[in-house]
Structures are given as structure tokens and as C-alpha cells.
């Protein structure tokens, strides 16, 4: 198998952060994050949808994504996820669980988000650790100050673990983010099956 598509079966999945937000209720709420691939025709090649929502609120999520996924060109086992916007992401809210919802999905409405790809590299065998790009150039609006995005990640077959903090671009100093560590998330959900060996052909026919 690919490894570029061993990765996007490791990561496609809906993970929950029941157990962290059971322990310890007064830091961490309960928080569900959703990879969904995409149709391949969106990129002409592997892509995901995904979205982060409160566990009480699964058609309102605070964060959305549209990616495409591709492999490094230069760094072996080491995969990018390109961001992008979406003009309109409230209809495609809720898409994670219900991807009927992609069908309303148009390339020509997504807006590349510079800056803000995440690279991920191979730790060992389906096991991934992944940070923004660098250069800090992936800006975030928080509480009307703009600042930069430190993401950090790490993805296994069976979990989700990362932390999110913003910067101020001019003195560095951290504004937003969790103040309690990471946060921990377990795969209950696996739809790393819907990446089928039809994508292996459609890869491979496209190349030629």
C-alpha cells in the first residue's frame, strides 16, 4: 500500500475527548474532531473534510476545513495538508457524520488558507506527528488581535492528541490557547475504510 494512503486511513476518523473531559471536567470540555475524506474528484486526488464541534452541539462546529493531501516532495514519509476556507461553511456543517452534505462541496468556492498547512511525518508505523508549517505565517483572529497559529499534533490508529496556541506576531508572547496541556483524544469511529483500493486506481490512472 501507499504510504501516503496507509497515512489518510490512519487519520480518517471521528474522535472524542470523553475520557480527558470525564477527569477533569473544569478544564476540558467535551470536544469531538472529524477527518471525512473527500470525493477524489474535488482535488483530482486524496483529500478531507473536517470538522470540531462540542459534543452537545454536532451541527454547530466552531472549526471547519477543507484539505488536500499530498505527499512531500523532498522528505520521504512525510505527508501536507494543504487548508482551505470554504465560502460557505455552514452548509456543510454537520458533514462529518452525514457526507451527503460534500455533495454541495464546489472546488471554485474554496480560498487557499496560506500559510496554515500541516505537515505531518512518520514516527513509525502508522504513527504521525504533525505542526503547522513554518514561518508563522498562519494568522488567526482572536478576540480582535491578530496572531500567529502553533499547532502540534500527534495521530495514531487509535487517538488524536494536539495543542493549539496563538502568538502575538510582534512579541511572541502566547494569547490564546489551552492554559492545561493537550488535548487527548481516542478513535470511536473508524471511516478509514471508505479509502478503498479505488483510490489506489484513481491515483495511479491519473499519473499516467
Given at each position: 500500500?501507499?504510504?501516503?494512503?496507509?497515512?489518510?486511513?490512519?487519520?480518517?476518523?471521528?474522535?472524542?475527548?470523553?475520557?480527558?473531559?470525564?477527569?477533569?471536567?473544569?478544564?476540558?470540555?467535551?470536544?469531538?474532531?472529524i477527518?471525512?475524506?473527500?470525493?477524489?474528484?474535488?482535488?483530482?486526488?486524496?483529500?478531507?473534510?473536517?470538522?470540531?464541534?462540542y459534543?452537545?452541539?454536532?451541527?454547530?462546529?466552531?472549526?471547519?476545513?477543507?484539505?488536500?493531501?499530498i505527499?512531500?516532495?523532498?522528505?520521504?514519509?512525510?505527508?501536507?495538508?494543504?487548508?482551505?476556507?470554504?465560502?460557505?461553511?455552514?452548509?456543510?456543517?454537520?458533514?462529518?457524520?452525514?457526507?451527503?452534505?460534500?455533495?454541495?462541496?464546489?472546488?471554485?468556492?474554496?480560498?487557499?488558507?496560506?500559510?496554515?498547512?500541516?505537515?505531518?511525518?512518520?514516527?513509525?508505523?502508522?504513527?504521525?506527528?504533525?505542526?503547522?508549517?513554518?514561518?508563522?505565517?498562519?494568522?488567526?483572529?482572536?478576540?480582535?488581535?491578530?496572531?500567529?497559529?502553533?499547532?502540534?499534533?500527534?495521530?495514531?490508529?487509535?487517538s488524536?492528541?494536539?495543542?493549539?496556541?496563538?502568538?502575538?506576531?510582534?512579541?511572541?508572547?502566547?494569547?490564546?490557547?489551552?492554559?492545561?496541556?493537550?488535548?487527548?483524544?481516542?478513535?470511536?469511529?473508524?471511516?478509514?475504510?471508505?479509502?478503498?483500493?479505488?483510490?489506489?486506481?484513481?491515483?495511479?490512472?491519473?499519473?499516467?
Amino acid at each position: 500500500m501507499d504510504s501516503i494512503l496507509e497515512f489518510a486511513q490512519t487519520l480518517a476518523g471521528i474522535y472524542d475527548n470523553f475520557a480527558q473531559s470525564q477527569q477533569n471536567p473544569k478544564d476540558f470540555a467535551r470536544i469531538n474532531i472529524i477527518f471525512r475524506p473527500l470525493p477524489w474528484g474535488i482535488f483530482d486526488g486524496p483529500g478531507f473534510y473536517s470538522e470540531q464541534h462540542y459534543d452537545y452541539a454536532p451541527w454547530s462546529p466552531y472549526r471547519q476545513g477543507v484539505h488536500k493531501l499530498i505527499a512531500h516532495k523532498e522528505i520521504s514519509n512525510t505527508f501536507i495538508m494543504e487548508n482551505f476556507g470554504y465560502a460557505d461553511p455552514m452548509r456543510l456543517a454537520g458533514a462529518g457524520r452525514n457526507p451527503e452534505l460534500l455533495a454541495s462541496l464546489k472546488k471554485e468556492n474554496l480560498k487557499a488558507r496560506c500559510g496554515c498547512a500541516m505537515h505531518f511525518k512518520t514516527k513509525k508505523n502508522r504513527e504521525y506527528i504533525g505542526s503547522v508549517e513554518p514561518g508563522k505565517r498562519c494568522m488567526i483572529p482572536r478576540d480582535g488581535q491578530l496572531t500567529y497559529l502553533v499547532s502540534e499534533v500527534e495521530v495514531t490508529q487509535e487517538s488524536w492528541t494536539s495543542r493549539d496556541r496563538g502568538y502575538d506576531p510582534d512579541t511572541n508572547k502566547q494569547i490564546w490557547g489551552s492554559e492545561h496541556g493537550q488535548l487527548i483524544f481516542k478513535k470511536v469511529a473508524d471511516i478509514g475504510e471508505t479509502i478503498s483500493n479505488d483510490w489506489i486506481i484513481k491515483k495511479r490512472s491519473h499519473e499516467r
